[in-house]
């Protein structure tokens, strides 16, 4: 069974809408989470992380806001999307004191 | 400032050949990196990864990535490649603490021809 998944796959939008992705871990205690963002033919780049249930540090400001409403759980969202907004997100997990981080299949965003 | 450079930008290979993805980092601290790689249309997937000790690290799929310390580099081989390898490759360099921060370099895409 796999320990991350991400949903939706993938999603078309329209600027100005509200966007909101998720991610759970499964199997897992207490894992730091992390939202990543690549751009259509770029690089990752890390938007936010989690240590714990209800705190999460932003990383890059692009007009995006995260929240971890339960230890298994990360949510990615805005309530009104940019054109830049279009791109993969990714989300991945590691367990506190280890050094590898593992990522989820991702969600594609197309904001037009 | 850390970063991480991949040269080339795209690779392109006959299957059964070697294959060589190159990888160089700059980081003042002690350096934890790893090789990811992506397939059409997914996630990362890590390959492998080095911490400490031996220089030469083992992957999935018969890769393997040698650290030069003296170089700043961590570069990704494979001795013989498949059609199936054919991808986008990342190398990154972990930031110690708590933000789990991987600088990713711009990726490989790899091109096999049969």
């Known amino acids: 069974a796999q320990t991350i998944h991400q949903w939706p796959v993938a999603e078309i939008k329209a600027v100005g809408s509200p966007l909101s992705l998720g991610c759970t871990i499964k199997g897992k205690s207490s894992p730091n989470l992390y939202w990543y963002w690549q751009a259509t033919g770029g690089t990752l780049q890390q938007l936010f992380y989690s240590i714990t249930v209800g705190q999460v540090e932003s990383v890059v400001q692009l007009n995006l806001s995260a929240s971890r409403p339960k230890d298994d759980q990360f949510i990615l969202s805005t309530e009104k999307l940019l054109l830049s907004h279009s791109g993969f997100y990714l989300c991945?997990?590691?367990?506190?004191?280890?050094?590898?981080?593992?990522f989820g299949s991702g969600t594609r965003l197309t904001v037009l | 400032a850390q970063s991480v450079t991949q040269p080339d930008a795209r690779v392109t290979v006959s299957e059964g050949a070697s294959l060589q993805l190159r990888c160089k980092y700059s980081?003042?601290?002690?350096?934890?990196l790893f090789w990811y790689v992506q397939y059409p249309r997914q996630g990362l997937q890590l390959l492998l990864k080095y911490y400490s000790g031996d220089p030469v690290v083992q992957g999935v799929n018969g890769f393997e990535a040698e650290f030069i310390k003296s170089n700043s580099s961590f570069h990704l081989r494979k001795a013989s490649v498949h059609w199936s390898d054919s991808a986008v490759y990342f190398c990154?360099?972990?930031?110690?603490?708590?933000?789990?921060?991987?600088?990713f370099g711009l990726g490989t895409t790899l091109q096999v021809q049969p």
């Open positions: 991945a997990w590691r367990l506190g004191g280890a050094e590898t981080l593992y």
């Open positions: 980081y003042s601290g002690t350096p934890y």
């Open positions: 990154a360099v972990r930031i110690t603490g708590n933000t789990g921060k991987l600088i």
